[in-house]
């Protein structure tokens, strides 16, 4: 992991999504300005289970020039073993473990965010990972499951296996979406780990994208939901970065992108069925069409069931060269608590300020 990052600024990652960041999703925000690795959506892994086809063709099907890392979420070892030893048939730039999904279904199975309740499991798998894959070998954690607190003995484990990354999206579990994250838990990894860590949570646009880099001194940053609403996101960081001139997209640029997507999405689509087709658009339209139009197109959008109606009621709103806002609106049901990332204590410079562990 180290190899991919940047020696003259943090790694910038699209964070792994399900049913969002597939083969179409990265192709398309590759060209808005790549991130500089990818991880895919996970695999679940379980007795029997075969490596999903469609995540699969992320890797293989790979065009952007950027590493992609396959993510596993299991709960038992010998299966985790027997998948990352599958995918190493295949060009992934290396594994990671999903130690962060709060979905019930996957908690329950002690597997994901589950995982976070027992620390002593994760030890075991980790240890029996670490043998088993050659390559990179990363893991994407939550800071606990109830509790912040428990973040310090998660990180002692973490510690005890030479894993080659730390992804942190700094809520727990229980925090679900709801909270601002806690930047001084990715601080505590970054101090703790002899690894790179990469910190998740609430980048949304390049101000965020560098309080969170300056509070916690990360070597890199994971974007997820912010990458979705604002695609050229990472173009804009890198941009500030090297100093050079930033993409400013309009609203009929994010027209044109929400098109391109539609298009490609559909063409990977086994059975293209246009109903179905603008149901799952409409999953990526929550962030894109998100506090536009003073609310109306992402009110509007979720009425529309045809193709035509969804076309129409995008150049509705987007059709035009008003340049898009840089932040979600303030009091966003979506994107809570990145307005803490704005706030007190004044944003120092991040030049100044942050050491990049590992250089
Ligand atoms: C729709 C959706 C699907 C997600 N799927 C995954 C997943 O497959 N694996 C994973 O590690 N995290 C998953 N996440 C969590 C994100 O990778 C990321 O940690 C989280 O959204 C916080 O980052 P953000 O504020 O930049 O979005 C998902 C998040 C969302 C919103």
Redesign the pocket.
């Known amino acids: 992991m180290r190899d991919w990052i940047p020696a003259r600024r943090p790694a910038l990652v699209l964070?792994?999504?399900?049913?969002?960041?597939d083969l179409a999703f990265m192709r398309v925000i590759a060209r808005r300005g790549a991130p500089d690795w990818f991880?895919?959506?996970?695999f679940r892994v379980h007795p029997g289970s075969a490596l999903r086809r469609d995540i699969l063709r992320s890797i293989t099907e790979n065009q952007t020039g950027r590493p992609v890392v396959a993510?596993l979420?299991g709960g038992e070892l010998a299966e985790l073993t027997r998948t990352a030893r599958a995918l190493s048939a295949h060009p992934v730039a290396g594994i990671?473990l999903?130690l962060?999904?709060p979905a019930p279904v996957v908690c329950r199975k002690h597997a994901?965010g589950g995982l976070l309740r027992d620390p002593d499991a994760i030890d075991h798998l980790l240890g029996g990972l670490r043998d088993a894959i050659d390559g990179t070998f990363t893991v994407?954690t939550r800071v606990g499951h109830g509790d912040k607190r428990e973040f310090a003995r998660l990180l002692d484990v973490f510690r005890r296996h030479a894993i080659d990354g730390l992804?942190v999206?700094a809520?727990t579990v229980a925090d679900g979406?709801r909270t601002p994250?806690h930047d001084d838990c990715v601080r505590l990894a970054v101090e703790a780990m002899p690894c790179p860590v990469v910190a998740?949570?609430?980048?949304?646009d390049v101000r965020t994208a560098r309080s969170l880099l300056a509070r916690t001194g990360a070597a890199g940053l994971?974007?997820?939901?912010?990458?979705i609403r604002n695609p050229w996101i990472f173009a804009q960081i890198a941009a500030e970065h090297d100093g050079s001139s930033a993409p400013e997209p309009t609203h009929r640029d994010l027209l044109e992108h929400i098109g391109e997507l539609y298009d490609e999405v559909a063409r990977e689509t086994p059975r293209f069925v246009e109903r179905s087709h603008v149901q799952r658009m409409k999953?990526t339209l929550v962030y894109l069409a998100h506090g536009l139009a003073g609310g109306a197109f992402e009110h509007q959008i979720r009425r529309a069931e045809r193709a035509a109606d969804f076309f129409a009621i995008c150049r509705r709103h987007l059709d035009h060269q008003t340049p898009l806002p840089a932040l979600p609106p303030a009091d966003s049901p979506i994107?809570r608590g990145?307005d803490a990332l704005l706030g007190d204590p004044p944003l120092p410079d991040r030049a100044e300020t942050t050491t990049f562990p590992g250089f």
């Open positions: 964070a792994p999504m399900q049913d969002v960041t991880v895919t959506e996970y993510q979420i990671d999903n962060g999904c994901g994407k992804t999206h809520r979406y994250v998740n949570g609430n980048g949304v994971m974007i997820g939901r912010g990458a999953r994107f990145f």
